[in-house]
């Protein structure tokens, strides 16, 4: 349940009325008018019909400056509704919008993020203490591109995608040349005769299966699906569980330190994760049914949406034959 408040010329006033009556929104009220002529309508609105109530809001307001339509939380209701309590909570696609925008933007908290979590991460790997590289994976700032991205293209926003692409590659970039400059100055492991002595968390990243496919698709539907639920704070575990800085800080390393053959595997780790997020992260949103509000935007998100599931189910399928491939060479 959301407060959506719409500060308004009086004279919507019967408009917006008969807007909440046509939704079955019961409770409504107006506040006073203000000196520029403008009013203030709030109404309770339910989870059911909260997405409704916004595209046609938008179809009545969109082109005008001179209307605001905020969303408020509303954390308790009195008295209780049985049947509210038992229903499922469901972000709007301008909530979601609002907060999956935020993790695509390039800004100094963003790279400060990026190179405090990659350091942070190869000092863990090269001590092979998981407890530290558990640390750089929380603070990472690498999820949030891909999934602006699946949902980007979910709806067919191009400018969106284009800023969620470039987020992606920068923030992967700097974390792969600074892990690979560190890779340089400090080795990650050493040669005993013909025995690699190495930290075991830089090993576990550069063996790539059938269950880190099937891990990375599981913590992508899940990482949408907390989401579009509202419970964002579960993102903390998936961050976690389908981590992008761990394998791309091994890469780096592993470049850095010349071992060609262990860093592909970390770099076909970072394939499988990526790809998978954005595979699952689409499903999620068409299982969610977010779409464009207009009939043209949404058919033009369907092109988007048929392109882009063919790319991305391309390359899923590519990153299966090569990890079958290499299981069957190694064996």
Known sequence: ????????????????????????????????????????????????????????????????????????????????DPEQADRAAAATR??????????????SNFILLTVLSTIVAAIGLVEDNVAVVIGAMVIAPLL?????LAFATSLGDGELSLK??????????????????????????????????????????????????????????????????????????VMVAVALLPPTATFGMLIGAGHWD???????????????VIVAAKAVFLAKDVRPRTWHLRRKAQQSVLLYGLIWAGLLAALLVVILLRRHLAG
């Open 262 to 276: 262990l860093a592909l595997g970390a770099l076909l780790l970072l394939a499988v994760n990526i790809v998978c």
């Open 1 to 80: 349940m959301r407060l959506i408040e719409i500060v308004a010329d009086a004279g919507h006033t019967d408009t917006l009325s008969g807007l909440a009556d046509q939704h079955e929104v019961t409770d409504y009220w107006w506040g006073a008018q203000s000196d520029d002529g403008r009013r203030a309508f709030r109404m309770l609105v339910d989870d059911t019909v909260r997405q409704p109530v916004m595209d046609a809001l938008q179809g009545m307001f969109g082109g005008s400056e001179n209307v605001r339509i905020v969303v408020l939380p509303v954390d308790t209701v009195l008295p209780r």
């Open 164 to 237: 969620a692409l470039k987020a992606s590659l920068v923030g992967l970039s700097i974390a792969f040349a600074l892990s690979a400059v560190i890779g340089i100055l400090w080795p990650v492991d050493m040669l005993r005769g013909q025995m690699l002595i190495a930290s075991t968390e830089i090993i576990a990243r550069t063996d790539v299966g059938l269950d880190s496919m099937a891990l990375a698709l599981a913590s992508g539907a899940a990482a949408v699906l907390s989401l579009t639920t509202g419970l964002s704070s579960t993102l903390v575990g």
């Open 144 to 148: 949030g591109p891909h999934i602006a």
């Open 94 to 107: 301008e909530e979601l919008y609002t907060q999956i925008e935020k993790g695509a933007r390039i800004d």
